[in-house]
């Protein structure tokens, strides 16, 4: 991976544990040092968006990979600046089609050459994002029942025993 020249020296001193090896990877180079352990037998098995926007305007995405015949866990560490898109990885490995998208929808994390960056969970067109630490409460709509739900009836609470 050195000789790719993809790793970085760390913007923070925050450790790492869980792997047997974590690299801080420049978003620029994410995709070719993902092709990299792709070629040496990984398979992609998660990616975590954390939001450091408060503190350094970036999100860090955390993406880990194994192997299957010698279990070597590898984590790819990455500041991705709040207002840039970060390259899609879903061209190496197509499972983290999800993995980026759910960053997209909960974050709003972009990710460049995605092939479809739509909504898994939330309603079409939502236009907050969840998972920000930003985040307060979603404005009130359609598919809020609360809003639209009558009072339960005076005699649903059995009086309380004394």
């Known amino acids: 991976m050195d000789a790719l020249g993809a790793s970085v020296s760390a913007p923070t001193e925050h450790p ?4 047997a090896e974590a690299r801080w990877v420049a978003p620029g180079r994410l995709v070719e040092a993902s092709r990299v352990l792709r070629e040496a037998g990984y398979f992609f098995e998660s990616m975590t968006c954390v939001d450091r926007i408060a503190a350094h305007g970036v999100f860090e995405l955390i993406y880990t990979f ?7 866990r590898v984590a790819f560490r990455v500041w991705a600046p709040a207002t840039e898109p970060v390259p899609s990885i879903s ?28 909504w898994l969970l939330l309603p079409e067109g939502t236009e907050f994002h969840p998972l920000l630490k930003s985040f307060t409460a979603p404005p009130a709509s359609s598919y809020d029942d609360s809003l639209t739900a009558p009072p339960p009836p005076d005699d649903a609470h059995p009086p309380a025993h004394h």
């Open 16 to 19: 790492f544990s869980g792997a």
């Open 66 to 72: 194994n192997r299957w015949e010698a279990a070597s």
């Open 91 to 118: 061209g190496v490995f197509g499972a983290a089609n999800w993995n980026e998208r759910e960053a997209w929808e909960f974050y709003g994390l972009a990710f460049s050459g995605h092939p479809n960056l739509t």
